[in-house]
């Protein structure tokens, strides 16, 4: 009788510590709410306390990545959305962040994946402070800088980015499924 009960107040402390505070409820609330009357200050600085208070739930990335959107940030809209499908890839908003993430990448200026759909593929573009840089990517050559989207396995790789008369540069990075994944590498001389 008393494991079961130890038993059961586990589960509801568990329980009780995966909800959202009620903190970061009013926060998130006060956000959106802003967002939707085209309050964007003020959602932004609601959604960023709803984020410091619950870094690890999606939502509020999602809608700092739409307000960001409105206010024409395209980096923080890309960064964001990137890491609302990072925090929950199975989320019912995922489609719809991936659309937001797409449409900031293009509003950035970035080249879009003009493939057949990613699905739970990744795509990865790279670009470089030199142009013609080799980009290798598990061992086999992808061509040189600037690398428009790519198809790709989702999951982390280690991408090198190889220059004569440059000091060669290795980055690990987490490619995402159904989006593009933007490398940027700075080469210095190699003196």
């Known amino acids: 009788m008393i494991r079961r009960s130890s ?22 609330q006060a956000g959106v709410d802003a967002f939707r009357l085209g309050k964007f200050d003020d959602a932004r600085m609601h959604l960023e306390k709803a984020r410091t208070i619950a870094p690890k739930l999606p939502g509020p990335h999602r809608f700092l990545a739409a307000v960001a959107q409105a206010q024409q940030r395209w980096d923080d809209c890309i960064g964001s959305a990137r890491r609302a499908l990072e925090l929950n890839p199975t989320s019912t908003e995922t489609a719809e962040t991936r659309k937001l993430h797409d449409a900031c990448r293009t509003s950035a200026g970035r080249v ?10 990744a795509a990865i573009a790279v670009t470089a402070n030199v142009e013609g840089a080799t980009i290798r990517i598990g061992g086999l050559t992808y061509g040189g800088t600037p690398l428009d989207p790519r198809p790709i396995t989702a ?18 990075v987490d490619a995402l499924p159904g989006i593009v994944t933007d490398v940027a590498v700075e080469l210095a001389p190699a003196s």
């Open 7 to 28: 038993v059961a107040l586990l589960v509801v402390a568990s329980v009780a510590a995966a909800a959202p505070s009620a903190k970061f409820t009013q926060e998130y």
């Open 112 to 121: 879009p994946y003009r493939g057949p759909a990613l699905g739970e593929g």
């Open 155 to 172: 999951g982390s790789h280690a991408i090198e980015v190889t220059k004569l008369g440059y000091k060669p540069v290795t980055v690990t």
